[in-house]
């Protein structure tokens, strides 16, 4: 969506990506998270606890956001998830496209002159969430457990362990 990725994410304090927020201490990230952030090469930061500072122009924003979203699209009807996308895109793209009232521009030419600049490349490849475990002994029934259920692997892997 914005072409590339920032140097440092500020998140808020959801148990997907903080374990614990202590008042003293170091904070615990989600590992998933920091597996997350340091795929793309940006810092996981959460945000501080109670009332912080870093997402009051964000909150706002999403609220408008999804103010005038649901206001364009009330009256219309879609048949699937993939056209209800669509007009979503549509109506954040109209939103973003819009001149501010006060000041010349808007949201996307602010973004595409103060922001855009200081992104870096995405790797060409998307993350996946996953987990790596090895060395599996694969059965004569060709079946490796593991995380309390039971995978079939090729027959070609039965002589030696595997990965998964």
Same mark, same amino acid.
């Given at each position: 969506?914005? $072409?590339?990725?920032?140097? @440092?994410?500020?998140? %808020?304090?959801?148990?997907?990506?903080?374990?614990?927020?202590?008042?003293?201490?170091?904070?615990?990230? !989600?590992?998933?998270?920091?597996? &997350?952030?340091?795929?793309?090469?940006?810092?996981?930061?959460?945000?501080?606890? @109670?009332?912080?500072?870093?997402?009051?122009?964000?909150?706002?924003?999403? $609220?408008?956001?999804?103010?005038?979203?649901?206001? @364009?699209?009330?009256?219309?009807?879609?048949?699937?998830?993939?056209?209800?996308?669509?007009?979503?895109?549509?109506?954040?793209?109209?939103? !973003? %496209?819009? /001149?501010?009232?006060?000041? /010349?521009?808007?949201?996307?030419?602010?973004?595409?002159?103060?922001?855009?600049?200081?992104?870096?490349? &995405?790797?060409?490849?998307?993350?996946?969430?996953?987990?790596?475990?090895? $060395?599996?002994?694969?059965?004569?029934?060709?079946?490796?457990?593991?995380?309390?259920?039971?995978?079939?692997?090729?027959?070609?892997?039965?002589?030696?362990?595997?990965?998964?």
């Amino acid at each position: 969506f914005f $072409g590339g990725t920032p140097v @440092k994410i500020v998140c %808020d304090n959801l148990k997907t990506g903080v374990t614990l927020h202590p008042k003293r201490g170091e904070i615990i990230r !989600n590992e998933a998270y920091l597996s &997350l952030g340091g795929y793309y090469s940006a810092a996981i930061m959460p945000a501080g606890v @109670k009332k912080p500072k870093q997402k009051a122009s964000v909150e706002g924003c999403v $609220g408008k956001i999804a103010t005038a979203v649901i206001a @364009k699209l009330r009256n219309d009807v879609f048949t699937s998830l993939a056209a209800l996308n669509a007009g979503i895109r549509k109506a954040v793209k109209e939103f !973003n %496209d819009k /001149p501010f009232q006060k000041r /010349p521009g808007s949201r996307r030419s602010i973004f595409e002159m103060e922001e855009k600049p200081y992104l870096r490349t &995405l790797p060409l490849i998307p993350y996946e969430v996953c987990e790596w475990s090895y $060395g599996h002994k694969v059965g004569s029934s060709s079946h490796i457990w593991w995380n309390k259920g039971q995978y079939s692997i090729q027959i070609y892997r039965l002589q030696g362990g595997c990965q998964i």
